[in-house]
């Protein structure tokens, strides 16, 4: 077969889209995005060495190893879900099935996420360094690190690549990330209950680092000549479903539509699974049982919230606040993970007129699951932060089973909100036009979560009276049961608010 | 319920924009009959069954299903069933368990309901542990078709039934809709095929018969 050669192509489009756009309108975009950029950065540069370069080390050493665990898992996980080599929408559909070059087609992909994950694995190993390193004259150990974390970060992708073009050892590789993950996380929280974890006194010795890092860059020199190598092998569809993927994220950072990413992860998900058939619970009512059987048949996810329920023990050290806000998000979220029927109900009523029940008993019948979801998240995580003496004695696995509604209620009402309006005004502020669509959506459902300030009180002053446990109680449910009455109706089907 | 006849529509009038699409449209479907219409794309088929259906506000003229206006109660919802409109399937739920879920949401034990039997006799067997969005258009079509004739209704409105069918198809869904019709049922539906209209024991009609004028 003939092979057209790609670059005159590309130049071709290259310049017809030029040619399209107004005089300047590249170099303006530019100027845009380093303006913004520079904005942003002196805005925030306090806030930014405090995470990459505190004044002072403030992790110990388990930590410090629990970061490294959590920032190269997700790292390598993020690669995988996204790709890690994709094309645009228009390359996958002319260039993907043209007489072109694979390899050249996807070279500048390749270089493109080298050049991020090089980027990011250096940051994190520089802000793993800034927490948990001595303060001392340590400028060639700080770049020999920084250099070693991006040539990690480096190695992740081409592991990563290769997984795309492989077999099924790709799918192993992301479950050991994922227990590498869960097992930093594990770590920091192991780390966080620790009363004098051991510290990081002294860098490692430029002789033990270079020669490190010397074969780190040995690897990927290996790997990256064997990957591009390979490169032309990488089967259409996993690039089809990469660039799927790339163009779902545009389409999401563009609309401000987070909704279209996570209908496309929650297909690709069901579309994987091999299911049987299973009569749903005949002693509970019929959506109760569907919720519940939905929520079985992702038991991985239920053992990512459980781990979860440990993730509070992380803010010990932080302001009362900010724990109890934690806390009431940790409903929130453990709600959504069974509310994804009451989003299809939502978006499209169809199958609820078939079922043909009212707003009021589908979302009632809905209520259930996350609820339940809910008030054991909030009982296991508060009962934790007591017995590691986050919070002074008393039945606070009771007060974390009062939030069940309030989860319930907030993960309903956020499933329920549809797509982002972005026909409402913008706001006009010192800082630039508010796009205002984006910003409602966002509150609507944590708002629920205004239904649990007795127990944010309760955490964040540490002590839980009976008064506060009674007062969370009812105005949980009480709230739970106006939010039903007020938004549905026993006289109509439809779900949206 | 009976009193009534099953669909009354008089004088209806739907336009898009400056187009007129329905123009002085009157139907009546009695109760335990059922009526096909037939007519070239574009016609407006699609647009009557969604004002039947209560989906769409027409600009003029009277609706009425069993005597009262077609809306978005559950009461209506209850007794009408429509394909009008492609449903979103439920995430993570097979074939068999959307039948199941529809058949016990109306007070059904799925088993006497026959959801298994349904699913046979559509074709289906072999992918009730499919989720509906790996199954083609037309299994997707038949199982639309399935479920909506084991649930209890007293109206059925279809767009279009035999499409992405194939001829057996075709001839199973027409006797189970003539079946539906003789027990009692109503029965609207916009179709291109006259033998299946006639199959399905509905009375052929067309848009133009139906208009007081032509759009």
């Known amino acids: 077969m003939t092979v057209v050669p790609l670059s005159p192509v590309r130049r071709w489009i290259s310049r017809t889209q030029s040619s399209h756009r107004e005089r300047g309108a590249t170099l303006n975009s530019l100027y845009i995005g380093a303006l913004t950029i520079a904005i942003i950065g002196g805005m925030l540069h306090r806030q930014v060495a405090a995470i990459f370069w505190p004044s002072a080390p403030d992790a110990s050493a388990l930590t410090a190893g629990s970061l490294v665990a959590v920032c190269y898992g997700l790292l390598y996980l993020a690669l995988r879900r996204f790709g890690p080599l994709a094309l645009s929408r228009a390359a996958a559909s002319w260039l993907l099935t043209a007489p072109v070059s694979r390899r050249r087609l996807l070279l500048p992909s390749l270089r493109l996420t080298g050049i991020a994950a090089a980027l990011l694995g250096g940051l994190a190993a520089l802000a793993i360094a800034g927490h948990a390193a001595p303060r001392s004259e340590a400028g060639d150990e700080v770049a020999l690190l920084v250099t070693g974390g991006a040539l990690v970060g480096l190695v992740l992708l081409l592991v990563a690549t290769a997984a795309q073009a492989g077999g099924r050892w790709g799918d192993a590789l992301d479950r050991l990330a994922g227990l590498v993950f869960a097992a930093g996380l594990a770590g920091l929280v192991t780390a966080a209950t620790l009363d004098r974890p051991a510290v990081i006194t002294q860098w490692p010795p430029i002789s033990a680092l270079l020669p490190v890092v010397g074969a780190v860059a040995l690897v990927v020199i290996v790997a990256l000549a064997l990957v591009i190598r390979g490169l032309a092998a990488t089967p259409s569809d996993r690039v089809l479903d990469a660039s799927r993927t790339a163009g779902t994220l545009f389409d999401t950072a563009f609309g401000m539509e987070p909704s279209f990413l996570t209908d496309m992860i929650e297909r690709r998900f069901w579309a994987r699974r091999r299911l049987r058939s299973t009569p749903l619970f005949p002693r509970l009512p019929v959506l109760v049982a569907q919720d519940l059987l939905l929520t079985l048949r992702r038991r991985t996810r239920l053992l990512w919230l459980l781990l979860t329920a440990a993730l509070p023990v992380l803010l010990g050290g932080a302001p009362g606040w900010v724990l109890g806000a934690a806390v009431l998000a940790g409903c929130l979220i453990a709600g959504l993970t069974a509310s994804g029927n009451v989003k299809t109900d939502a978006g499209n009523p169809v199958l609820l007129r078939l079922l043909g029940l009212s707003s009021r008993q589908a979302v009632l019948q809905r209520l259930w699951v996350p609820g339940v979801l809910a008030g054991l998240w909030a009982a296991i995580a508060l009962t934790t932060l007591d017995l590691l003496g986050d919070l002074a004695a008393g039945p606070w696995w009771a007060l974390g089973l009062t939030l069940g509604p309030v989860g319930a209620a907030a993960a309903v009402h956020r499933a329920r909100v549809g797509f982002v309006r972005n026909e409402l005004l913008p706001l006009d502020t010192p800082m630039g036009t508010l796009s205002t669509g984006p910003l409602v959506n966002a509150v609507m459902g944590p708002d629920m979560l205004l239904l649990g300030i007795p127990a944010w009180i309760a955490i964040g002053s540490g002590e839980l009276t009976p008064t506060l446990l009674l007062l969370q109680a009812i105005i949980g449910v009480g709230g739970a049961r106006i939010y039903l009455s007020g938004t549905t109706g026993d006289d109509r089907t439809e779900l949206s608010n | ?215």
């Open chain 2, 1 to 215: 319920m009976v009193d009534h006849p099953a669909v009354e529509v008089d004088g209806l009038h739907v336009g898009y924009g400056s187009t007129p699409v329905l123009v002085g449209v009157s139907l009546t479907v009695p109760a335990g009959g059922g009526v096909c219409v037939v007519g070239e794309n574009g016609i407006g088929k699609s647009t009557l069954l969604r004002c039947v259906s209560g989906l769409q506000q027409p600009d003029e003229g009277t609706i009425q299903v069993f005597g009262g206006d077609p809306g978005a109660t559950p009461e209506f919802w209850r007794a009408v069933v429509t394909t009008v409109e492609p449903p979103t399937w439920y995430p993570g739920l097979t074939a068999r368990e959307h039948a199941e879920l529809v058949c016990r949401a109306h007070g059904q034990d799925p088993s006497s309901a026959g959801v298994d039997e349904a699913l046979e006799r559509f074709g289906l067997a072999g992918h009730a542990d499919a989720i509906p969005p790996q199954l083609s258009s037309g299994q997707k079509q038949r199982l639309v078709l399935a479920i909506a004739l084991l649930r209890p209704s007293s109206l059925l409105i279809l767009d279009e039934p035999e499409q992405r069918l194939d001829r057996e198809g075709r001839a199973d869904v027409a006797g189970l809709l003539a079946d539906y019709v003789a027990g009692g049922g109503s029965l609207l539906m916009a179709s291109h095929d006259d033998a299946f209209a006639l199959a399905s024991g509905a009375e052929v009609t067309t848009m133009e018969s139906l208009s007081a004028g032509t759009p």
